[in-house]
């Protein structure tokens, strides 16, 4: 099974600007979830999308938005871009059939997001 | 916020060594699961232990969970140089919720 892609890989932005990245998960995997790590907050969780439909949450300000697609194909939007939103966005694919209750995550390479 | 706490931060060992990390967390969990990353890259998941577990092995792994504690501890065995790489453990209770983190070094 071909893995967990992201796109684009890199990406530089100036503030202000907005940014959408591209999740395509693992065949059959219903479950996307997003991070965004930094070297000074770690990971941290953004939020996560099973059939279509939002999840869960994590602390981020609305800026930070998502959605999936039909194919569980998902999309991540960051609308008027901070310095601070420079960080490596992970996405994780899973079955997602246990509800967040111990499925293994499957992770992409990342984008790495770069405000200036 | 973070919910584990690893320690130590950095870890630098000879090949062939053990190397242990330890992982402490806050809240109730359902499991607490173990990854590795690789120089920025995505996360490899190593090994889920279940909140009603307290061992479990992976082949040179061994995770060991004491919910009393609220800790779980990492063992790689016989370390090689491929094993050099940051180690996380990320908390589950209907999300994961990772540390910081334990960058180890496996020196050849």
Known sequence: ?116 | SQQGEEDPQALSIQEGENATMNCSYKTSINNLQWYRQNSGRGLVHLILIRSNEREKHSGRLRVTLDTSKKSSSLLITASRAADTASYFCATELYKLSFGAGTTVTVRA
């Open chain 1, 1 to 116: 099974k071909a893995g967990v892609t992201q796109t684009p890989r890199y990406l530089i932005k100036t503030r202000g600007q907005q940014v959408t990245l591209s999740c395509s998960p693992i065949s059959g995997h219903r479950s996307v979830s997003w991070y965004q790590q930094t070297p000074g907050q770690g990971l941290q969780f953004l939020f996560e999308y099973f059939s279509e439909t939002q999840r869960n949450k994590g602390n981020f300000p609305g800026r930070f938005s998502g959605r999936q697609f039909s194919n569980s194909r998902s999309e991540m939007n960051v609308s008027t871009l901070e310095l601070g939103d420079s960080a490596l966005y992970l996405c994780a694919s899973s079955a997602g059939t246990s509800g967040g209750q111990g499925d293994t995550q499957y992770f992409g390479p990342g984008t790495r997001l770069t405000v200036l």
